[in-house]
């Protein structure tokens, strides 16, 4: 016992001193020392060896858990073997992802939950940021009325009110089987003794380190010379999720946690107070859902404009032999880039948070609608961008990040959740050692200036106290003839929903396995800027030709999206499909 302490007063030293190590060297003594606590599940099941093994494609046969890093896919899957439901997974895999997957896992951002039921019902979890009590219209905007970008991006001003801890508490008391407290152990324990960097990961944070520098006045976990399979511990996120797990709601929200965050605020020009804290709730909301041929598409409603606009791609395209076109085929590619156009256009004109602004979904997603849209479509012409406006009805580095489960008893979850850009604000509140959002930047601070993303909007997106910033994230569950048949989801800012697309109809339409329907490069077109973006190999260089005599601009650029997609077949086994553009790994039973 003696020994046991002795190393673990060693460790805590070698943890405070936030001295970089190799994983190698230290998987022995930390597994020793986490053995010793009571209660504590078996590590070795929630921490595959270093290098991780990503599994890129898994098939299961009970249960899968697809998300943005190995190891938060094991603690989901841990916590399905523990007798939780893929939401109790959900709730689980989302404190995991704000430990191992810093850049866009988070509590201190917000997401969107879409579930779908074993028995076919279905709802959605909006636990979206919200806009300070004290936000107001004009408030990134200058002396001269012109919008400042660096101030909803970067620093303290761009925090909406988190909301990713209220919503795994909503999620998991509503539909969840564990207690609460159960689904925070695993990420409390990975906090606190770590874990080891990936290439990618360790690269990124040293891509960083400036802008740590620059918008923090103390010296983060995340500040460092990492390289891969350094262990990087985060004492204080340990502490935040140790009061989470304590109190709940209060030990984020309140107490200490909320002072931190308060405090944080008060150092950097920023205006969230303990009254926004206190007042934030994640709310239930109606699903969209949208028929396409034999599927129901089922997807977030506003905030976002994912499920929006999924539908009505599908509604655009419906009416087209695209499977005779064939996989990114000239015509396929110029038919989808039309519709995109004008959905996009419609986004930035008719779509913002419905509980303060009118948005008329029923609209938007009628096919007639559809039908209308498209009336111009010239299918040997692109139409400009400046010659469409929205219809008459009466941006990231682009992080965020998705994880798909299934569960064994058939229940499905599709979870989208985001910091914003990669890292969010870059803001680590001191002492409780986690990033905030910058998800103002997804208000419109000017109509007609581009966020981030290139996105522009207006009215129906401008900045009011307590609103909701409109989203493009776009968790989404498919049913073929009304079974499940698909769970799918992205990061990827304005991409989101084109990935989304591209995804589901490469399976249905284009008959492509979903290895390839995810592996297989992408491209994106937003109405503004009136460009098709392409990834590497996208495109022919003949295609590309043909479609640029037609009048489209093309440009490469570089990953669309990251997919995250489980397959269901009609005997019931499972494909998980991890995108080969990060860590991202598949776990299943
Ligand atoms: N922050 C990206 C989105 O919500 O669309």
Not at 151 to 156: A, E, I, N, T
Not at 220 to 236: E, N, S
Not at 284 to 300: D, L, Q
Not at 399 to 409: C, K, P, R
């Amino acid at each position: 016992m003696k020994n046991k302490l002795t190393l673990l007063f060693a460790l805590t030293l070698i943890f405070a001193c936030n001295v970089p190590r190799q994983a190698t060297d230290i998987k022995e003594e930390v597994k020793e020392v986490i053995v010793e606590e009571t209660n504590a599940p078996d590590v070795s099941s929630t921490s595959p060896d270093f290098p991780f093994t990503t599994n890129k494609v898994l098939m299961g046969e009970k249960a899968m858990v697809v998300s943005a890093h190995p190891l938060a896919s094991e603690v989901g899957l841990e916590i399905l073997r523990k007798g939780g439901n893929a939401v109790d997974a959900a709730v689980a895999v989302q404190f995991a992802l704000a430990v191992v997957y810093p850049a866009a896992g988070n509590i201190g951002g917000g997401g969107f939950m879409v579930i779908r039921h074993a028995d076919g019902t279905n709802t959605t979890l909006d636990y979206r940021e919200k806009a300070p009590l004290a936000a107001h219209r004009d408030m990134y905007l200058d002396k001269k009325g012109d919008a400042v970008a660096e101030l909803s991006r970067r620093g303290h001003l761009a925090v909406g009110v988190p909301g990713a801890v209220a919503g795994m508490i909503q999620a998991n008391a509503q539909h969840g089987l564990l207690p609460f407290a159960s689904l925070v152990k695993p990420s409390i324990r990975l906090a606190k003794h770590g874990f080891a960097l990936t290439e990618r990961e360790a690269k990124r944070l040293n891509g960083q380190q400036e802008e740590f520098t620059k918008y923090n006045s103390h010296t983060t976990p995340y500040h460092g010379t990492w390289k891969t399979g350094d262990i990087i511990v985060q004492a204080d996120l340990a502490d935040v999720l140790q009061r989470i797990y304590d109190n709940g709601f209060d030990g984020f929200y309140g107490g200490k946690t909320a002072d931190l965050i308060v405090a944080e605020m008060k150092s950097g020009g920023g205006i969230i107070t303990h009254e926004d804290l206190k007042k934030y709730k994640a709310v239930w909301r109606e699903p969209i859902v949208s028929e396409y041929k034999e599927y129901n598409i089922i997807s977030m409603p506003p905030p976002s404009s994912g499920g929006i606009v999924l539908s009505q791609l599908l509604n655009m395209i419906e009416p087209y032999p695209v499977s005779e076109w064939g996989f990114q085929s000239t015509k396929s590619v110029h038919l989808i880039t039309e519709a995109e156009r004008r959905a996009y256009a419609d986004r930035a004109e008719h779509m913002g948070d419905s509980d303060f602004y009118e948005v008329p979904v029923n609209q938007l997603i009628e096919k007639e609608y559809a039908t209308k849209r498209m009336a111009n479509f010239d299918p040997k012409k692109a139409t400009l961008s400046s010659a469409i406006s929205a219809g008459k009805v009466l941006e990231e580095s682009e992080e965020t990040t998705h994880f798909s489960i299934v569960d064994v008893q058939g229940n499905a979850v599709s979870v989208t959740t985001t910091l914003n850009s990669g890292y969010g604000s870059k803001v680590v509140v001191k002492g409780a050692g986690f990033l905030l959002n910058n998800e103002m930047d997804d208000f419109s601070a000017k109509p007609g200036v581009p966020n981030l993303f290139g996105l522009v909007g207006g009215e129906a997106n401008a900045i009011e106290p307590e609103k909701r910033m409109l989203s493009s994230m776009t968790p989404t569950i498919i049913e073929k003839n009304n079974e499940l048949y698909m769970v799918v989801g992205t990061p990827g800012g304005s991409t989101i929903i084109t990935s989304v697309f591209q995804t589901f109809i490469n399976v249905a339409e284009y008959g492509l396995p979903l290895k390839d329907a995810v592996h297989n490069p992408r491209f994106h077109h937003q109405w503004l800027p009136d460009k098709i973006f392409i990834e590497n190999d996208a495109i022919s260089q003949e295609e590309r030709a043909t479609l640029e005599k037609m009048g489209h601009q093309i440009e490469k650029r570089g990953y669309i999206g990251r997919v995250e997609a489980i397959l269901i077949y009609p005997d019931g086994k499972l494909e998980g499909v991890a995108d080969i553009r990060g860590d991202d790994s598949a776990a299943g039973l």
